[in-house]
């Protein structure tokens, strides 16, 4: 049993819509092999078939295991490419083993390098967060030095007060000072961690042209 291009594309659309279940008329109206298709070509793992056993027994409905595996085993051809590898990868996708062995390889060369790129642009983001973050630090300083050089300048204050103020701005000026080296730091680890990106991608396109 074969099902045709637009089946498959519908049944998946359905599949990957965020359904854990089946409604009465798609498990009345059921394509086996075209969900068990769908099922694969999403990366779901083949247990998938148990929920829609359980949607459909509800309504009375038999699911036909043999249908459902043999599109799941042909859906498999889709999903286990190097191409979806590293487009799961890039989407953090928690790959459980799917392939079979003869599919795996060509999948996991592309997964991982997706991978290593969304871990590395996950911590560009959270790297830069930080910088960010500091950077709203210092200006926060400064805006308080400013204010507090005001305040020590007025005749509000006696020297008393002038000499607490003044070190309270060393203070602050010390932690601007630390803010910013760390800052540079940060800068450093986000331009090696770009880079690796951009390695990365290469190693992809590279693989892509062989």
Known sequence: MRISHWVVLLTAGAVLSGCATLSEDECLTADWYGIGYADAAAGKASSQVASHRKACSKHGVSLDIDDYLSGYDEGLYRFCTRSVGYSKGLDGYDYTGICPSHLENNFMDGY??????????????????????????INELE?????????????????????????EMENMRDEIIELERSNERLHYQIDDLNALISELELDYRYGEEL
Do not use: F
């Open 112 to 137: 991982i390098l997706g991978s290593e790129i969304y871990d590395a642009s996950r911590e560009v983001r959270s790297l830069s967060s930080q910088l960010s973050n500091q950077d709203n630090k």
């Open 143 to 167: 805006d308080n030095i400013a204010a507090k050089t005001t305040l020590m300048l007025s005749d509000q204050v006696d020297v008393a007060q002038r000499y607490e103020l003044n070190t």
